[in-house]
């Protein structure tokens, strides 16, 4: 089987694993994978990730031009930044689901650590995760607002709509912004509840052990 046979195999199923667990809902949400060859299998428009064909999905070439399958989703710009400034990025994803999106919401995010240092696993995963104001379906500021961290950030969360996290393999890039949705719903329960999150020196200890990369400003407390 070829490397794009095997990943586009691998998107249909990990899109179908989301949207069966209900995290991403309707036709919301999207995956894209950078090939070895140059450019960019992307799910196509108005497309389900519980439904997806493997040989329907849009082949973009190097500048994001169609070259294969059907219509790549209206979303591609939100990827196209992210791997644009972030060169070990070989997958995104990008979803609707409930807990990161109500996160998007709360007035108290800090958007250069949206999430407080909850649990080892999240830094590990996704590191800080940064918020991106709520911007229009389509508006191509978007795009400029998430070149503007400047692939300091593996996670990004847009208002009012949704996460977008990169990794170094499809499966990466899927684990990550699943771990961000529970540790969204995690900080959901606690709100309130004066939680004990990661102590600096806890976190300084998992950035040196496991060679974290977190950004500079991202939980300082
Ligand atoms: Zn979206």
């Not at 209900?22 to 070895?36: K, M």
Request: glycine letters at 8%.
């Amino acid at each position: 089987m070829s490397n794009e046979t095997r990943l586009r195999e691998d998107i249909c199923r990990f899109g179908r694993s989301l949207f069966e667990r209900g995290l991403t809902p309707g036709s919301s949400g999207n995956i894209s994978v950078r090939l070895d060859g140059g450019g960019w299998l992307v799910t196509p428009t108005n497309a389900s990730l519980g439904f997806l064909d493997p040989a329907r999905l849009s082949r973009l070439d190097e500048q994001s031009r169609l070259i294969a399958g059907d219509a790549p989703t209206k979303e591609v710009p939100l990827h196209t930044a992210l791997y644009d400034t972030r060169g070990s990025a070989r997958a995104i994803v990008h979803l609707h689901s409930t807990h990161s999106v109500a996160l998007s919401m709360l007035p108290e995010i800090d958007p250069r650590a949206a999430l407080p240092p909850m649990t080892a696993y999240y830094l590990m995963k996704c590191g800080a995760t940064a918020l991106v104001p709520y911007y229009r379906p389509g508006d191509p500021a978007v795009a400029d607002a998430i070149k503007g961290l400047a692939g300091k950030y593996s996670s990004v969360l847009l208002a009012n709509h949704g996460p977008v996290v990169a990794g170094d393999t499809l499966e990466a890039a899927v684990f990550a912004t699943e771990e961000l949705e529970e540790t969204a719903k995690l900080y959901l329960l606690l709100r309130g509840m004066n939680p004990r999150y990661l102590s600096p020196e806890q976190v300084a200890d998992l950035v040196k052990v496991f060679g974290l990369t977190l950004p500079e400003h991202g939980h300082e407390h």
